[in-house]
């Protein structure tokens, strides 16, 4: 009957790692797709001005 506690030990570790781990994904397909279209506009706008700050270094 020893097992009682290898169950208590075992549901503590359990919790421990649970909360250690990052949760789900919680957004929707058109919530994520829209994040996506966010973050590579915002990307584009990045390469544009990189791209402007090489050809105005370039004039020079």
Do not use: P, V, Y
């Amino acid at each position: 009957m020893a097992r009682g506690n290898q169950r208590d030990k075992a549901r503590e570790k359990n919790l421990k790692e649970q909360a250690g781990k990052k949760g789900k994904n919680t957004m929707s397909g058109s919530e994520q797709a829209k994040a996506k279209e966010d973050a590579a506009a915002i990307m584009r706008a990045k390469q544009l001005a990189a791209e402007q700050k090489k050809a105005a270094e370039g004039k020079k």
